[in-house]
């Protein structure tokens, strides 16, 4: 077992890939504990790997280019069924605008409920306009 790359992230935590007898993981260390993030299954990722780590860069640039390549192939699953926009920025928004939709969801939904106990019960004094007391 080998230590391929490595970066810290925050004090006492760090990620790592490992080369485990060819398998290769990418793991997240703490003082306490090191938990599994995901094994590069990709033969051309491993490739890169492997050939970046014999140049002459630093762990940490190696680290980067590694870890940006597997990110490149995850594909978020977006709950619309929608495909995210190829630009960042757009993406980004699309992200917002389904945040606020859902939000607006929610309000009405409390706001139908709201007037269904006002409706139900318009005498009872343990009803305020912020909801149950």
Known sequence: ????????????????????????FVV??????????????SVDIK???FQSKDTTHTPEDNFIVNLVSQI???HFKF???DKPS???????????????RRQVERLKSIQK????????????PDISLFGEV
């Open 1 to 24: 077992m080998r230590v391929l790359s490595s970066m810290p992230i925050a004090p006492g935590k760090q990620i790592q890939i490992l080369d485990v007898s060819g398998l290769l």
């Open 28 to 41: 997240g260390v703490s003082d306490n504990s090191v938990n599994l993030i995901t094994e590069i299954t």
């Open 47 to 49: 490739e890169k790997i």
């Open 72 to 74: 490149k192939n995850i």
């Open 79 to 81: 709950p619309t069924g």
């Open 86 to 100: 190829s630009h960042p920025a757009e993406a980004e928004e699309e992200m917002i605008e389904e945040i606020k």
């Open 113 to 124: 409920n709201r007037a269904k106990l006002r409706s139900d019960s318009p005498s009872n």
